[in-house]
């Protein structure tokens, strides 16, 4: 007959290690499926044959993109300046096309006309979810006295 002794301290020593692994697991799930949203722009694009846009104006274009592996619900999206007189700007399109459900992988655009923009002035670029998040993107790192020195636009 074969006898087996575990002893107590075996046991500790391997529920220590079980329960460490499987925390790390769960750290990196909960980690890897968080919403990631990631904002781009550009500048000058024009639209054709779109008749909500007129295609002889330049736009501002705010791109959001979820890089999560959850779906995120994007309300809005805008300007930020740094003037007293129009400090937000909402883009339209957050009104016309209403929120946008964003998959994983998926983007969406928020045009904004060009010539109402101030870019001497913009600080950041932003976006909000159906839960009130708001992420945001910086612009310009330079400080606003050095902004009109060094930007061309």
Not at 13 to 24: D, P
Not at 36 to 57: E, Q, S, T
Not at 60 to 81: D, L, Q
Request: glycine share 4%; aromatic share 14%.
């Amino acid at each position: 007959m074969i006898k087996i002794e575990i002893s107590a301290s075996s046991v500790v020593w391997y529920a220590a290690i079980v329960a460490t692994l499987s925390f790390i697991l769960s750290a990196y799930h909960i980690v890897r499926d968080r919403a990631r949203v990631i904002l781009k722009f550009r500048k000058n694009m024009r639209v054709h044959g779109v008749p909500a846009y007129k295609p002889d104006k330049n736009y501002f274009v705010i791109t959001v993109i979820n890089r999560g592996r959850r779906p995120v619900t994007i309300t809005r999206a805008g300007c930020k300046f740094r003037q007293k007189e129009k400090p937000w700007t909402i883009a339209s399109d957050s009104f016309f096309y209403g929120s946008r459900e964003l998959r994983e992988g998926k983007s969406t655009d928020f045009l904004i006309e060009q010539p109402s923009i101030d870019f001497s002035r913009l600080l950041f670029i932003w976006a909000d979810d159906a839960t009130g998040r708001i992420y945001k993107k910086r612009i310009s790192y330079l400080p606003f006295f050095l902004r009109k020195i060094f930007t061309k636009d």
